[in-house]
Every structure is written in C-alpha cells, then in structure tokens.
T-cell receptor, first 114, second 111 residues
Framework: GAVVSQHPSWVICKSGTSVKIECRSL??????MFWYRQFPKQSLMLMAT?????????EQGVEKDKFLINHASLTLSTLTVTSAHPEDSSFYIC??????????FGPGTRLLVL | QQQVKQSPQSLIVQKGGIPIINCAYE??????FPWYQQFPGKGPALLIA?????SEKKEGRFTISFNKSAKQFSLHIMDSQPGDSATYFC??????????FGSGTQLTVLP
C-alpha cells in the first residue's frame, strides 16, 4: 500500500518551454502533497505544500509564478515548471501524506532543460 | 531552528558490519523522526520512524536509538549487506507536518 507515482520519469525540454509533472497517490487519498527538488548528491529541499482544493504554500525563495502547483483531487497534484531554463534542471520528487506525519515519496522526475 | 544535522557524510563498512548514522536537532517542537533510504535516481523510501516518547525502535535489521535530552537520534543497520548501499536521510517533523531533512549519508557496504 501507500504507492505514489510520478509522470513522466524523465523529461528533456528546450529553454523557454513549460513542463508539467504529475504526482498520483495510487491506493490512498492524500489530503496533503509535497513537492521537493533535489540536486545531485544533495538533500531534498521542500518547494511547496499542496492541500486538495486550496492554494499551495510555497517555501521562501521558491517562485510561485514559475512553479505552478495544482492539487485538483485527493489523488492528483501537478507541478508545472513555466518558461524553464537550464538552471531549473533538477530531480523533482513529490510525496503524499496518508496519516498526519507519514509521507510517501514518488519515484521522482528528472528534468533536463537544454 | 529547523535544521537537522546529519553525520557522517559518507560511510564504508564491510558486509556484516553495523553502520551507525547520527542526527541532531534543535527544535524541541519536532515530534516525529523518520529515516529514509534513497537509491540513485529513485525517490526516498520510508525505512523506520520513531516518536520522542520511545528510546529505541527496531524493525528487521534497522534500529533507531533516540535520546530526547540530547536531541539526538541514530540509525543502526545490523548485519549490513551490499544491497544496503544507498543514501540515508534522517528527517524530523512537527505540527506543520513538513519534513526537515538531514544532509544525507552515502553508505557503501563492501562485499
């Protein structure tokens, strides 16, 4: 149980384009989903917290107009990287919360912006 | 303070050894301390977690020791295997339920 999927697993795009990443909780309803970013050999950095039906809460330093988050249902959250640039290349990981403190992570999406 | 300090940065042990990874926190409002295992190119997977009212928790070959007064907790991996080679992250969370991660420990278990 508690499986989280992400799609796509990797994406290559040209600079200036937008990329959408989906995060789904497959066998449970997640009231809260989280989006993280991870650079090589570094820890996970929380980007935003997303509650179903409400606006996401972004961490300090994360541009909300650049990283659009939509949590349309209890099983789906999306992250759209708008006007992507090479510095946005990273490993993006979502997680979903079942009970209050337990987060289950997706497999991650590797984004490469050329 | 939201920081969680993790050490060592990397660790190499022989098969069968017991690697120990340590974490320290400052925020006394933290009330849940999970450990995650991450393989290259994959998302983190929850290994084991503990609450501060318990001093030790064991699940299989993984044991968490928790010292509330010192604000420290550690992960012990018994009878380590080459398949345990991965990056391990400690984390902590409080009422906001946002995880604060340690910096990670890259573990290598030699055959």
């Amino acid at each position: 149980g508690a499986v989280v999927s992400q799609h796509p697993s990797w994406v290559i795009c040209k600079s200036g384009t937008s990329v959408k990443i989906e995060c789904r909780s497959l066998d449970f309803q997640a009231t809260t989903m989280f989006w993280y970013r991870q650079f090589p050999k570094q820890s996970l950095m929380l980007m935003a917290t997303s509650n179903e039906g409400s606006k996401a809460t972004y961490e300090q330093g994360v541009e909300k107009d650049k990283f659009l988050i939509n949590h349309a249902s209890l099983t789906l959250s999306t992250l759209t990287v708008t006007s992507a640039h090479p510095e946005d290349s990273s490993f993006y990981i979502c997680s979903a919360s079942v009970r209050a403190e337990t987060q289950y992570f997706g497999p991650g999406t590797r984004l490469l912006v050329l | 303070q939201q920081q969680v300090k993790q050490s060592p940065q990397s660790l190499i042990v022989q098969k069968g050894g017991i690697p120990i990874i340590n974490c320290a926190y400052e925020n006394t409002a933290f009330d849940y301390f999970p450990w995650y295992q991450q393989f290259p190119g994959k998302g983190p997977a929850l290994l084991i977690a503990i609450r501060p009212d318990v001093s030790e928790k064991k699940e299989g070959r993984f044991t968490i020791s928790f010292n509330k007064s010192a604000k420290q907790f550690s992960l012990h991996i018994m009878d380590s295997q080459p398949g345990d080679s991965a990056t391990y992250f400690c984390a902590a969370t409080g009422a906001a339920r946002q995880l604060t991660f340690g910096s990670g420990t890259q573990l290598t278990v030699l055959p």
